[in-house]
């Protein structure tokens, strides 16, 4: 099994930042993507941004200028920094990785979700 914890979120009002922060732990051997998605209420699950473990990202448009992610590999960790943060990005906020476990058995898990809410 592999676990993954996210911290970081909260409120904040529009123009304001946030770091948000995901451990992953357990039987791991090597991680792939990491990454970060949201969902709003009433609306699908979206990507975000992700990040390789050499450290290629992809940014959604919405993203782009503003946020920035990145992975500490001896951690485990992959972070979010937000930067002027806007109404609508207010979501709860999930932390996704796929790799490998020590038993050579792939996975892909996702963290509980941490909530970001903007005020205008």
């Known amino acids: 099994q592999v676990q993954l914890v996210e911290s970081g979120g909260g409120l904040v009002q529009a123009g304001g930042s946030l770091r948000l922060s995901c451990a992953a732990s357990?039987?791991?051997?090597?991680?792939?993507?990491m990454g970060w998605y949201r969902q709003a209420p009433g609306k699908q699950r979206e990507l975000v941004a992700i990040?390789?473990?050499?450290?290629?990202?992809l940014y959604a448009d919405s993203a782009k200028g503003r946020f920035t992610i990145s992975r500490d590999n001896a951690k485990n960790t992959v972070y979010l920094q937000m930067n002027s943060l806007k109404p609508e990005d207010t979501a709860v906020y999930y932390c996704?990785?796929?790799?490998?476990?020590?038993?050579?058995?792939?996975?892909?898990?996702w963290g509980q979700g941490t909530q970001v809410t903007v005020s205008a």
């Open positions: 996704n990785a796929d790799g490998t476990m020590i038993s050579g058995e792939v996975f892909g898990s």
């Open positions: 357990g039987s791991i051997f090597s991680i792939n993507t």
């Open positions: 990040i390789t473990s050499n450290g290629e990202t």
